[in-house]
């Protein structure tokens, strides 16, 4: 997964990112919906938020993989977004209710947007409220999964395409 001397998840041409899933808010109840594809060029995740039954999330999250990031400072992403707007994510811990970081990507109202994002601005979470505590060094040697949750925490449909996301 190391090209050039970034660490690089291409949904694109390479196909070297299988296996990502879907995680709703059905797991606690919620009525929520999200389902993940693979199409010719990138990863497409798209749903609907409802807050029906204390609901209010859909995630999609890459397979449990030990990764050392903390060679990098900044996150490239070429994507495109309609209706509500995501996050990246970063976990360091299994259990759901531990802290994970995640950084708001901009809604590009369908269009492809290329965009990097630093790091050291991704804040950490848990489960859903902000803890005030950064991303640091020491966090990103234990990067064990990646994925994208719908944030904004209003109902509506969603989608999210991502050809690439590339450390640097």
Do not use: C
């Not at 899933?21 to 938020?49: E, H, K, P, Y």
């Not at 900044?74 to 495109?80: N, P």
């Amino acid at each position: 997964m190391l090209s050039d001397h970034n660490f690089l998840l291409d949904f694109g041409t390479n196909k070297n990112s299988p296996q990502w899933t879907a995680i709703n808010d059905t797991v606690m109840g919620g009525r929520s919906q999200g389902s993940v594809s693979f199409n010719q060029n990138s990863l497409s995740f798209q749903g609907s938020i409802s807050f029906d039954n204390n609901g209010g999330f859909a995630s999609v999250r890459g397979p449990f993989q030990a990764s050392d990031l903390s060679a990098y400072t900044a996150v490239e992403i070429r994507y495109k977004t309609t209706g509500q707007a995501v996050a990246l994510t970063l976990e360091n811990h299994r259990p759901f209710y531990m802290p994970y970081y995640k950084k708001t990507l901009p809604n590009s109202a369908g269009n492809w947007e290329t965009i990097t994002l630093s790091l050291a601005e991704f804040k950490a979470y848990r489960l859903g409220k902000a803890t005030g505590d950064l991303l640091s060094k020491e966090v990103l040697k234990d990067i064990i999964r990646i994925g994208f949750i719908n944030g904004e925490k209003k109902e509506g449909a969603f989608s999210l395409e991502v050809d690439y996301i590339s450390f640097k």
